[in-house]
């Protein structure tokens, strides 16, 4: 199939949405970053796809090809319906920008963000943007990536939640480091033996040097 699609491609024929709908959302994974660019954005507006099973460079790609499709919606309330499938390609910026909006993400979505996206998102974030699914949250806590975020949080912030999610840092909590210490050199070991074999002439000469004066 994908060779049929670059042979398609090759002929110069166009990544429209007609094109991508008879191609579907699996064989547009297998695309790359050279075909994924020839989409027409627009073409997002009429094709049906999720790409949120892609490689993360085609969800990224497809992302912003998608946000400016829909450009012309950001202020309406169906934005975000238009925009979901492609989130998973989303900047920790451009999700932020979204805690205004009431858009009730499931937390399904929430987990297949992309991961440096999902990390930057506070506890505060995080219920903004779940909205009424906030409590689904705590039935994911224990499925990565969500268990990474819960553990990079404090716990105090996670407890501000009132959902009862538990495996964040502990106030004052810190890493022990075991002390490592350096091992004498050979030069120093060195020093430490042959000190012995100075003494005898050390003695002798302060005995003389008592005779003498």
């Not at 925009?83 to 858009?103: S, T």
């Not at 996206?117 to 994911?140: A, E, F």
């Not at 003494?199 to 000469?205: D, F, I, M, S």
């Amino acid at each position: 199939a994908s060779a049929v699609i670059k042979r398609y491609v090759d002929l110069g024929n166009a990544l429209n949405a007609t094109a991508l709908n008879a191609i579907g959302t699996r064989y547009v994974c297998l695309l790359n970053a050279s075909e994924l660019n020839m989409i027409d954005s627009n073409s997002l507006k009429l094709a049906s796809l999720n790409p949120s099973a892609c490689l993360q460079l085609t969800k990224d790609i497809l992302y912003a090809k998608a946000k400016r499709a829909f450009s012309d919606r950001h202020s309406s309330p169906a934005y975000y319906k238009l925009i979901e499938p492609y989130l998973g390609g989303a900047p920790g910026m451009d999700l932020k920008a979204l805690r205004k909006d009431n858009v009730n993400m499931e937390v399904s979505t929430l987990a297949k963000l992309r991961t440096d996206s999902l990390m930057s998102l506070t506890p505060s974030d995080v219920r903004r943007l779940l909205g009424i699914n906030l409590g689904d949250l705590v039935k994911w806590q224990n499925v990565p990536p969500i268990r990474e975020w819960v553990q990079r949080q404090k716990q105090s912030e996670l407890d501000q939640l009132e959902i009862g999610l538990a495996g964040g840092t502990q106030e004052g909590y810190m890493n022990i480091v075991t002390p490592q210490f350096q091992p004498p050199s050979s030069a120093s070991l060195g020093t430490v033996v042959m000190t012995p074999h100075l003494l005898p002439a050390l003695l002798t000469g302060f005995l003389m040097m008592l005779v003498l004066s």
